[in-house]
């Protein structure tokens, strides 16, 4: 007899096996960003640099251009928040950033929700947005933009229009990434 199959044969029956150890459960807090919390957050956000189109970025955030964008939401009291595990891991965040610079879009922002690789499909992003849009309102904000990719977004998509974001228009190869040309989604959700 080979070794292998000997190996095989020294297992328990399946009826007599001790059961698979639960899953632990899937559970964090949610809370404003905090400076050190920028490393992390800058993971993140690379992962998808480098290997999604849910972001036309090409060039990965230094930590130097998180802590400014940081201030800079700081500054004008933007809803920057991140979800994080009891342990101490950060799993996601979602933040947002004027629409535009000049002053009259001054109550209209965009959203980005990003999700570290391990916390995805588990209705995070769902947690985070309706955080997001809450405390955007209690900013005193009135209009949330969120611009998505047109190619495999849909999941982003149909989430944002759950929370009552419609579609006010589509844009086709604005962007070029990973050597093909990208659109964008453009939805748009009253925050009355």
């Known amino acids: 007899m080979l070794e292998e199959e000997y190996q095989e044969r020294r297992q328990l029956p399946p009826h007599l096996r001790k059961p698979a150890p639960a899953e632990a459960p899937f559970e964090y807090s949610l809370r404003d960003a905090r400076a050190t919390d920028l490393p992390a957050v800058r993971e993140i956000y690379n992962h998808y640099v480098a290997n ?23 500054k004008l009291g933007m809803p920057f928040i991140v979800a994080e595990s009891p342990s101490g891991q950060l799993l996601g965040y979602a933040l947002v950033t004027p629409w535009k610079q000049k002053r009259a879009y001054r109550f209209t922002v965009e959203n980005s929700i990003y999700l570290g690789p391990a916390a995805t499909g588990k209705g995070l992003g769902r947690v985070l947005l309706r955080e997001l849009i809450e405390r955007s309102k209690a ?10 990719a047109d190619q495999g977004a849909e999941a982003s998509i149909a989430l944002h229009e759950q929370f009552g974001f419609e579609e006010i228009g589509r844009m086709g190869r ?10 964008t989604v453009l939805l748009q959700k009253s925050l009355k």
């Open 174 to 183: 604005v962007g070029f990434k990973f050597d093909r040309w990208l659109g």
């Open 52 to 74: 999604s189109t849910v972001t036309f970025d090409e060039d990965s955030m230094t930590l130097k251009e998180w802590k400014a964008k940081f201030a800079y939401l700081t």
């Open 139 to 148: 900013a005193g904000l009135k209009e949330m933009i969120a611009v998505i």
